[in-house]
């Protein structure tokens, strides 16, 4: 079993910077590809960044330089620098955690970014 827990959101002006973490604990000996999601209201769950266990990553085009996803192995956390951000970034944002044959989600951080 995985625990994901969320932290780092919050309220931000348009143009500013926050960074999300996600820390996975449980029984477990290696993370397979962690990742973040977000969904706003009315509207479905859409991947935002995913980084896998060699580091290799993947966006979103509507936040192609300007979220940084990142990973630290040895505490099994992700991050999500997320800079120039913008109103229609607003959303719960859900980290996300592959562990051997099924995925795990956190219980989502909200990011209000306000014009």
């Known amino acids: 079993q995985v625990q994901l827990v969320e932290s780092g959101g919050g309220l931000v002006q348009a143009g500013g910077s926050l960074r999300l973490s996600c820390a996975a604990s449980g029984s477990i000996f290696s993370i397979g590809t962690m990742g973040w999601y977000r969904q706003a209201p009315g509207e479905q769950r859409g991947m935002v960044a995913t980084?896998?266990?060699?580091?290799?990553?993947n966006y979103a085009d509507s936040v192609k330089g300007r979220f940084t996803i990142s990973r630290d192995n040895a505490k099994n956390t992700v991050y999500l620098q997320m800079n120039s951000l913008k109103p229609e970034d607003t959303a719960v944002y859900y980290c996300e955690a592959w562990y051997g044959l099924r995925n795990y989600w956190g219980q989502g951080t909200q990011v209000t970014v306000s014009s």
């Open positions: 980084v896998r266990s060699d580091g290799s990553t």
